[in-house]
């Protein structure tokens, strides 16, 4: 499946099938995601895999998504990432030595977003290539922008200053939908 076909028959599944996914798969859609661009090269990206039935438990016990679907998923993915990763510049470095930045870094502060706005870039583009990704193996996602994102936090352990856009929900899909309405190019 080339990258456009991918696009096209990417849809939101919401209804899963009780399979597994293979974890040579799941390592598939992990590469896919960190072989994503991201600003100064920061790779700020974390996943986190829920796949086990007592953790989906412990969330929903929790309240965490307000759509029970999401707990039946076969796999949850959490992108979260620390936006203090930017702050150093390390990942500048070779665009100064390839002449693409300033010597002097300080000259591009005044151009730079905050990081908690640039970490939610970096890690969309890490999931869309994730997710493309899951189509052309074969696999339904959804976005779920719909958490409480302090009790997820706080039940997996991720540090208080990450910071959490989405969770994406993996499986084989157990519902083909039509694609929604687009608006024309015009």
């Given amino acids: 499946m080339d990258v456009k076909r991918a696009i096209s028959e990417r849809r939101s599944i919401r209804k899963y099938q009780p399979t597994e996914i293979p974890e040579e798969v799941i390592r598939e859609l992990l590469d896919a995601a960190r072989l994503a661009p991201s600003?100064?090269?920061?790779?700020?990206?974390?996943?986190?895999?829920?796949?086990?039935?007592?953790?989906?438990?412990?969330?929903?016990?929790?309240?965490?998504?307000?759509?029970d679907w999401v707990y039946k998923a076969p796999l949850i993915i959490v992108y979260c990432g620390n936006p203090t990763d930017y702050v150093s510049f390390k990942g500048a470095k070779y665009q100064q030595e390839e002449g693409t930045l300033p010597k002097n870094i300080l000259e591009v502060q005044p151009f730079m977003q905050r990081p908690e706005k640039r970490i939610f870039k970096d890690l969309s583009i890490a999931s869309?290539?994730?997710?493309?990704?899951?189509?052309?193996?074969?696999?339904?996602?959804?976005?779920?922008?719909?958490?409480d994102r302090e009790k997820i936090?706080?039940?997996l352990s991720i540090p208080?200053?990450?910071?959490?856009?989405?969770?994406?929900?993996?499986?084989?899909?157990?519902?083909?939908?039509k694609q929604r309405k687009k608006r024309n190019l015009n």
């Fill in 39 to 67: 600003a100064c090269n920061v790779q700020p990206t974390k996943c986190i895999l829920i796949q086990s039935q007592k953790t989906k438990e412990e969330l929903k016990k929790a309240g965490v998504f307000p759509q």
């Fill in 128 to 147: 869309a290539f994730m997710v493309l990704r899951a189509t052309e193996l074969g696999l339904g996602t959804c976005y779920i922008g719909l958490i």
């Fill in 153 to 155: 936090k706080k039940k």
């Fill in 160 to 177: 208080f200053h990450y910071k959490i856009p989405f969770v994406i929900t993996v499986g084989f899909s157990a519902e083909n939908p």
